[in-house]
DNA sequence: CTAAACTTTCAAAAATTTTTGAAAGTTTAG
DNA sequence: CTAAACTTTCAAAAATTTTTGAAAGTTTAG
C-alpha cells in the first residue's frame, strides 16, 4: 500500500467515528490530518488536502485549538499560520478526557445537586429525588476517577493503574 | 417546586447533554423519561408525554432497548407493550460502556491494527506506522481497561478502585 | 376466519447542522 | 499611510439527521 492511500485511510475512518462520537466530521478529519503530517500545515494546505472552504477550515482549526489538541506555529519569515496536532496520543487522551469532563460532567452533577436539592412535597418526590441522587453520586465518583487520571502522569497509566486493572 | 415541574427539566436537561454526547436529543428523553416514570408506560404514554409520533417513539425505543438500558414489560391482560428503563444507574452506566466499546472502540484497533500491518516503503512510512502502533497500544490500554471495568461488580467500582484512586 | 388492537416501516417534510465563499476585518511590509 | 497578505465572520445554500403520519404488517380475541 502506498504512504498516501494509508494515510487517507486513516483520516477518513478518523473522520467517520468521529460522528459517532459527537464531534464533526471534518474537525476530526482535520485532526487526522494534522497527526498524520510531520510538518505544520497551514489552512491553504488543509483546505486543498481535504478539499473544503477556508471557512470551513478556520472554524474547524479554532474548535480543535480550543479543545487544547492542535496548536499554533509561526514560522519565521512567513505570514502565514500554520497548524500541528500534538503527537503524543496519550496527551491527547488526557486533554480531550478533561475538557470533556469540564464541557458536559460537569454541567450535569450541577443540575443533579440542585434537583436533589428541591423541596417537593408530592407522592413521588422522595423517590424523584433519590433517583437524583443515585445519578449524581455516581457522577461525583466518576468525576473523581477522571480528575485523578487527568492529574496523573503518563507512567501511572501504563504503569500501576493497568497493573492493578489486570491483577486478580 | 412541583414534581412535574422538575421531572421536566431533568428530562429536557437531559435531552440536551444527550445532543453533545452523539445521542439524539429525543432518544436521551425517552431514557429520562422512562427513568423518572415509576411504572411501565405504552407507546402512547410516551408519545403523549413528550409531543412526538408514533413511529419516532417506535424507532427511539428500540434503539434504547439496542443499548440494553430499556426493557419491555408485558401487563396481564393488556395487548398492548410497557416500556422501562433499567432503574440502577452504575448497571445502565456499565451497559452504555459496554456497548461502547463494542461498537465504537473495537473497530477503531482494527483499522489501526491493520494499517500499522501494511507494508509501505516509502519515505515516511515507518514513521506513520509507529503513529498507528502508538494509538493501538494506547486503545488496546483503554481497551483491557474497560473490558475490567465492564466484567467486575459494582463493589469493585465504589470499593477498590476508588480507594486505589484516591490514595496518593 | 374476521376485525380490532396494536407495532413497524418508510417516503416525504421539517428541523438541524455543516459548509461555502464573498465581504469585512486585521496585520505587516514597505 | 497604503496595499498586499493574510484571518475571521456570517448569511445563504447544501447536506444530513430527525420527525411525521399514513399505510402496511402482525398478533390476538372471539
Known sequence: MELKEAQEKF???WGAFGTQWGINRTMAQIHALLL????PLSA????QQLNISRGN?????????????????????ERKEFFTAEKDI?????QILKERRKRELVPVLELLSDLEKQEIKEEGGE????LMGDISRFGESTNKMLDKMVKADEHWFTG???K?????
Do not use: C, P
Not at 491553504?44 to 483546505?47: G, L, V
Not at 423517590?127 to 433519590?130: C, L, M, N
Not at 492493578?164 to 486478580?168: A, D
Open 11 to 13: 483520516i477518513s475512518a
Open 57 to 77: 477550515v478556520n472554524m474547524n482549526v479554532r474548535e480543535l485549538m480550543s479543545w487544547g489538541i492542535v496548536h499554533k506555529v509561526l514560522k519565521f519569515g
Open 160 to 162: 500501576s493503574l493497568m
Open 127 to 130: 423517590q424523584f429525588k433519590k
Open 44 to 47: 491553504d494546505d488543509i483546505m
Open 36 to 39: 498524520v503530517s510531520e510538518d
Open 90 to 94: 496519550y496527551k491527547t487522551a488526557i
Open 164 to 168: 492493578f486493572l489486570i491483577k486478580k
